[in-house]
């Protein structure tokens, strides 16, 4: 299994709380992304990144910010948690971004904002 | 609008019989994923293809690239299959992205 860990694998905080997702990895992979997974929706893409420093959005942005400051950790931050936040978030990492590369997943954090 | 349509949404199956998942998409693609993901579990990557067939243990994955689809096959299957299957594809321009059916939950029953 690829070496990718999520911190914390459970949290439930308030509305308007910050929350910070840590995702950790010991593979060495230049890319790094951020999901969410909701009922009646397909994995969506929040943000990713693809090194150090170089981060982009996804189709799902809104309301989150992330950091890289280190190849091995890619940080989720929701700056005010909103009750839509509430879902699972999975952190996966690629060696590049070339097509026929595949994404290996952590194994991802439940996040409830009441 | 999911560019990535799966079927079925749902499927029970008894222990042994030869399951089908069905991906189809919408756009030009350079590959095609499938993922396995367990109740409360992480998601596993079981294929990856761009054509042809592709074979692992009892799972045989397909594509067709001309009619834009894709089929999951599990011979004689196994309560331990249960799990809901996911394809991805990539799209567009942007080659690190990955578009994702909503998923297909198997249950297989002893």
């Known amino acids: 299994d690829a070496g990718i860990t999520q911190s914390p694998r459970h949290k439930v905080t308030e509305t308007g709380t910050p929350v910070t997702l840590r995702c950790h990895q010991t593979e060495n992979h230049r890319y790094m992304y951020w999901y969410r997974q909701d009922p009646g929706h397909g994995l969506r893409l929040i943000h990713y990144?693809?090194?150090?420093?170089?981060?982009d959005k996804g189709e799902v942005s809104d309301g989150y910010s992330v950091s890289r400051s280190k190849t091995e950790d890619f940080l989720l931050t929701l700056e005010s948690a909103t009750s839509s936040q509430t879902s699972v978030y999975f952190c996966a990492i690629s060696e590049s971004g070339g097509v026929r590369n595949e994404q290996f997943f952590g194994p991802g954090t439940r996040l409830t904002v009441l | 609008k999911n560019e990535v349509e799966q079927s079925p949404q749902n499927l029970t199956a008894q222990e042994g019989e030869f399951i089908t998942i069905n991906c189809s998409y919408s756009v030009g693609i350079s590959a095609l994923h499938w993922l396995q993901q367990h109740p409360g579990g992480g998601i596993v990557s079981l294929f990856m293809l761009s054509s042809g067939k592709k074979k692992h243990g009892r799972l045989i994955a397909t594509i067709n690239i001309q009619e834009k689809h894709s089929s999951l096959h599990i011979t004689a299957s196994h309560p331990r299959d249960s799990a809901v299957y996911i394809c991805?594809?990539?799209?567009?321009?942007?080659?690190?992205?990955?578009?994702f059916g909503k998923g297909t939950l198997l249950t297989v029953n002893p």
């Open positions: 991805a594809v990539h799209s567009g321009g942007s080659n690190y992205k990955l578009t």
């Open positions: 990144s693809y090194g150090v420093k170089d981060t």
